[in-house]
Every structure is written in C-alpha cells, then in structure tokens.
C-alpha cells in the first residue's frame, strides 16, 4: 500500500456522509464531545480526597477464647524448639 493522498480522504469523507448523513454525523460528534467532557470530569473527581465514610454499624471483634475449637482444616499444634 502506498501513502495515502488528500484526494484519498476526500473521496472517503465523501462516502461517510452520504451513507450517514451530515445530521447523523454531527449527532455522533456531540456524543464523542460529551464522552470526553464526563470523562474529564470523572477524572478531575478522582483527584478531590475522598470523605471518610461512617460505617452504619459499629465494628465488631471477635475475640479467641482458650479451649474453643479451631475451625476446619487450621491446626492448633504449635511445636516449640
């Protein structure tokens, strides 16, 4: 393939328009523009600190209590030296 000319474009903006229309392509552009302006703005939201967030529950601990059963498959055999 050789390097495309001006004239290549021409002739394939050309065949874009009459299969899509000049409406439909300018309707898919403003689309394109208001991806990118979201995106931008996702972006710039990412870079604000996010707030703490309040757990709706206090947080809870379990504590091990001697003499209780392992769960299965964890062994409670501690070998020392």
């Given at each position: 393939?050789?390097?495309?000319?001006?004239?290549?474009?021409?002739?394939?903006?050309?065949?874009?328009?009459?299969?899509?229309?000049?409406?439909?392509?300018?309707?898919?552009?403003?689309?394109?523009?208001?991806?990118?302006?979201?995106?931008?703005?996702?972006?710039?939201?990412?870079?604000?600190?996010?707030?703490?967030?309040?757990?709706?529950?206090?947080?809870?601990?379990?504590?091990?209590?001697?003499?209780?059963?392992?769960?299965?498959g964890a062994?409670?055999?501690?070998?020392?030296?």
């Amino acid at each position: 393939m050789g390097s495309t000319s001006i004239w290549h474009w021409i002739v394939v903006g050309l065949i874009v328009v009459l299969l899509f229309g000049r409406g439909k392509i300018s309707d898919m552009m403003g689309d394109v523009a208001k991806g990118i302006k979201a995106f931008k703005k996702g972006m710039a939201e990412d870079d604000t600190p996010a707030k703490p967030v309040q757990p709706s529950e206090p947080v809870r601990t379990i504590d091990h209590q001697a003499g209780t059963a392992a769960p299965t498959g964890a062994t409670t055999d501690h070998k020392v030296g």
